[in-house]
């Protein structure tokens, strides 16, 4: 007799194989979790997934070199060149002879997962996504389309009437009718109001109220840039950087804190940071632009400082960025920045309004001299802690017979404080 094998048995290791695989598969999916937190804590600084940074790319190295060699590598790299090993010397001189730093912590578990995490297939570009300078629905209708279609409104009106006016006189005609066609000629109604001695002296004295309040507007706006927005060569987005990352503005404007000026940030303190970050997070994305667009930006800043991407080294070819200055006061007024940000402790927010929101940076305040005037009398010194205050509030304070000192009252109103 035939044999026939036992089919319980056989769904029972089909079972513990499909069992084990989903195990295997979930297994792996928490490890490359793990991994993508153990790289962003160990690997970001040097190395990124898919383009040369200080080190080189690392998606898909488990299949470049052997897991055993890879553990030597990442634990201590200069003791396995040192002992001669080819493919440690190899990797060393490929990378411009910068030794990698060692992770003894790093368990083979924990170098498991970031390999696996960097095993993973490189996600594909969303198809939808908007090209930098591509143009974007308008949700709204257009001030254009709404003025079109008032003036369409009003020539068909004036059609109509003078279609109205057309068939009346023809009506009239037909029966007879006389129909008394006054001259109103632009020269016959010119005529009649030069006559009018009244009317014209009205329309005089509104012509000259109308005219000296335009131009004292006018002349009131001469040197005040409120509202001021340029287009700058290199587009820097204060939302991004003191927004979503929290830079202090410090870190950029470090002269704010010792000097009259608060400077121009140098290129080198944008690649303290954008050495290694070469592309911006998805999120960092608006509607006005895509991450492309600033992709792009960081582009040009490597073209200005000179910095090849793919060598990870600086070429010496630079070319200067010509900022468009936003703040800008008269040669005549004398302004110190660490006499108010350092001494005074006023806030950068103050003057140059909430940045950490703005998308393009612009002028926030007049910078009049009466809206400086008014933030003297209205703000109180910060004499806490401040012994650069401490004699002179000691001394007024008993004057004024109060315990806070406006800037007015410590002399903020004197003209030379503010002028040469």
């Not at 991994?35 to 997934?49: D, P, Q, R």
Request: glycine share 6%.
């Amino acid at each position: 007799m035939k044999k026939v094998g036992n089919h319980k048995s056989f769904s029972k290791i089909f079972f513990s194989l499909a069992f084990v695989l989903v195990t295997s598969l979930s297994a792996f999916a928490q490890d490359a979790a793990k991994g993508k937190e153990l790289f962003n804590t160990n690997c970001a600084a040097c190395h990124k997934l898919d383009a040369k940074a200080t080190g080189p790319a690392l998606r898909g190295v488990a299949a470049k070199y052997d897991k055993e060699w890879l553990y030597k590598w990442i634990k201590n790299s200069g003791e396995l060149i040192k002992s001669g090993d080819a493919q440690a010397i190899k990797v060393f001189e490929e990378n411009n002879k910068v030794a990698m730093t060692a992770f003894p912590q790093l368990s083979n578990e924990d170098i498991d997962n970031i390999i696996a995490y960097t095993s993973e297939p490189k996600p594909e570009a969303p198809a939808g996504a908007a090209v930098a300078g591509g143009a974007t629905a308008d949700s709204g209708v257009s001030n254009n389309v709404i003025l079109g279609v008032l003036s369409l409104v009003m020539m068909m009106l004036v059609v109509m009437l003078f279609l109205v006016n057309n068939m009346l006189t023809k009506i009239a005609d037909a029966k007879g009718l006389e129909v008394e066609r006054k001259d109103r000629s632009i020269m016959n109604l010119f005529r009649a109001y030069v006559k009018n001695q009244f009317l014209v002296l009205v329309s005089v004295i509104l012509l000259l109220l109308v005219s000296a309040y335009f131009a004292y507007g006018w002349l009131m706006q001469i040197g005040v840039d409120q509202g001021y927005e340029p287009v700058q060569p290199i587009h820097y987005s204060h939302r991004i950087h003191a927004g979503d990352n929290g830079i202090d503005c410090k870190y950029c404007h470090s002269s704010a804190r010792v000097s009259k000026h608060a400077g121009i940030p140098s290129l080198n303190v944008c690649m303290n940071c954008h050495k290694n970050i070469s592309e911006v997070a998805e999120t960092t994305a608006t509607e006005e632009h895509s991450k492309a667009f600033y992709d792009e930006q960081i582009a040009k800043l490597y073209d200005a400082v000179g910095w090849d991407k793919s060598l990870q080294k600086y070429t010496g070819k630079t070319k200067p960025v010509k900022w468009v200055r936003i703040h800008n006061l008269p040669d005549h007024v004398y302004f110190n920045h660490s006499q108010h940000v350092t001494v005074a402790g006023v806030e950068c927010q103050t003057c140059h309004g909430p940045v950490q929101e703005y998308e393009f940076q612009k002028q926030f305040a007049p910078l009049t001299m009466g809206w400086c005037i008014n933030c003297h009398r209205e703000t109180n010194v910060k004499v806490e802690d401040n012994a650069y205050y401490k004699k002179v509030h000691e001394e007024l304070s008993k004057k004024y017979g109060v315990s806070q000192l406006t800037a007015a009252q410590m002399g903020g109103l004197e003209c030379g404080k503010c002028h040469y």
